[in-house]
């Protein structure tokens, strides 16, 4: 079984909103899960991490305020609410999980080399948004 599956992406204009989905097949103990996003030509890229235990979340900057990571309460779906889309947001977004002893370090795992820190990924979902 696929251990995380995304899902909501699509096309938008700036100004939009989306909510990405990922549903979470694999129990790990103290997960960390994280979105991150990859544009063409450029390298992945982290955008926001929680903690399953007390549900601290991290962003980075330019995401900061327009973006909202959540978890629902049986720790099986991690979202991604997007509000204030730009076209430098347009992406394939990606889900990842990894185990954490606490929430500093999984907020250090935002930061990074993606593929290094998180060692299970998702297939991606796209997002475009349209000037």
């Not at 991490?49 to 327009?66: E, H, L, P, Q």
């Not at 990842?96 to 002893?101: E, K, T, V």
């Not at 929430?103 to 795992?109: L, R, S």
Request: some cysteine; glycine content about 12%.
């Amino acid at each position: 079984q696929v251990p995380l599956v995304e899902s909501g992406g699509g096309s938008v204009q700036a100004g939009g909103s989306l909510k990405l989905s990922c549903e979470v097949h694999k129990y790990i103990d103290s997960a960390c899960l994280g979105w991150f996003r990859q544009a063409p030509g450029k390298e992945r890229e982290g955008v926001a991490t929680i903690y399953a235990r007390g549900a601290s979340a991290t962003y980075v900057d330019a995401v900061m305020g327009r973006f909202t990571i959540s978890l629902d309460s049986t720790g099986s779906t991690v979202y991604l609410q997007m509000n204030g889309l730009k076209p430098d947001d347009t992406a394939m977004y990606y889900c990842a999980l990894r185990s954490a002893n606490n929430a500093m370090t999984c907020a250090a795992a935002l930061r990074g080399r993606p593929e290094r820190n998180f060692p299970i990924w998702g297939q991606g979902t796209q997002v475009t948004v349209s000037a």
